[in-house]
């Protein structure tokens, strides 16, 4: 629901997220979202949590210093929100005590870019912890302010309008097309499944880090998948198969141990 300022015409969003051949990556992020293009002077704030009184007051405080504000009735509501309405900036009131409260703010991250300030009930300093490193830009301690949660976000929306460094182009023997689902190793033409791709793009996005089983499993099948580290293994090996000179020595799709996985350039095409 649209509170405050009608919502501002917003320019293409879409165009940032793509990744062209040779991989010239564009990070799945906020800054993703080109800050040439956009089109947008009042910034749009998604406001989620269970408590209404509280959401009711978060909404008027917000529309009161001018911003434009969705509001959305539960956490679970927010992922479909995020992706329906694009806010710039998503408030999430939550228990980390409660059953998949967690779980919500690690999907939302996997999902979008978007900034995502976290007011945490019941919570102290190892659950502050918790959620910024799940990918939240702040998480603050309940009661809190109107005033430095402003502050807060103004903070949080200026970080996410730095640009990001000139991306690294792909170079050697593999090419990939986001777009079209293929890679082109030794200039054979290999297409991909709409899961290996998905898989493989998380992984290139976040190239040189070792991301957790859990994280990967949700971004490519969802949080309520009921799928385990035996289906995420075979989609890797079938990745391997695809994009691996030699699958049984990876050098690009690389294991580690009981954590996850990583996507690495090799030195001989850095």
């Not at 998604?46 to 909404?59: H, K, Q, T």
């Not at 998905?198 to 880090?209: F, I």
């Amino acid at each position: 629901m649209w509170v405050g300022r009608q919502c501002p015409v917003r320019g293409c969003r879409a165009v940032g997220r793509g990744v062209g051949l040779l991989v010239r990556l564009r990070p799945l992020s906020r800054n993703a979202i080109e800050s040439e293009e956009r089109v947008v002077s009042t910034p749009i704030i998604l406001v989620a949590g269970a408590d209404g009184d509280e959401r009711r007051r978060l909404v008027d405080a917000l529309s009161t210093e001018g911003y434009a504000v969705i509001d959305e009735a539960t956490c679970a509501d927010v992922i479909a929100a995020t992706r329906r309405d694009r806010p710039d900036l998503i408030i999430l009131s939550i228990d980390p005590h409660e059953l998949h409260a967690l779980d919500v703010c690690r999907e939302i991250r996997l999902r979008s870019g978007v900034c995502m300030v976290v007011l945490l009930e019941n919570g102290g300093a190892r659950e502050i912890v918790d959620v910024l490193e799940i990918g939240a830009d702040d998480c603050i301690a309940k009661p809190v302010g109107t005033q430095e949660l402003v502050a807060r976000m103004r903070n949080a929306l200026w970080h996410s309008a730095i640009p990001e460094p000139e991306p690294i182009p792909f170079t050697g023997n593999l090419e990939i097309d986001f777009e079209r689902r293929m890679v082109v190793r030794r200039g054979k033409k290999i297409h991909l499944t709409p899961k290996e791709c998905e898989l493989l793009q998380y992984l290139v996005v976040h190239r040189g880090r070792t991301l957790p089983h859990r994280d990967l499993i949700i971004a490519v099948w969802g949080l309520d998948s009921h799928r385990d580290r035996h289906h995420l293994s075979v989609l890797i090996n079938d990745l391997r198969n695809k994009v691996e000179p030699d699958p049984a020595h990876p050098q690009r799709l690389l294991t580690d141990a009981a954590f996850g996985y990583r996507f690495d350039i090799p030195l001989s095409e850095s």
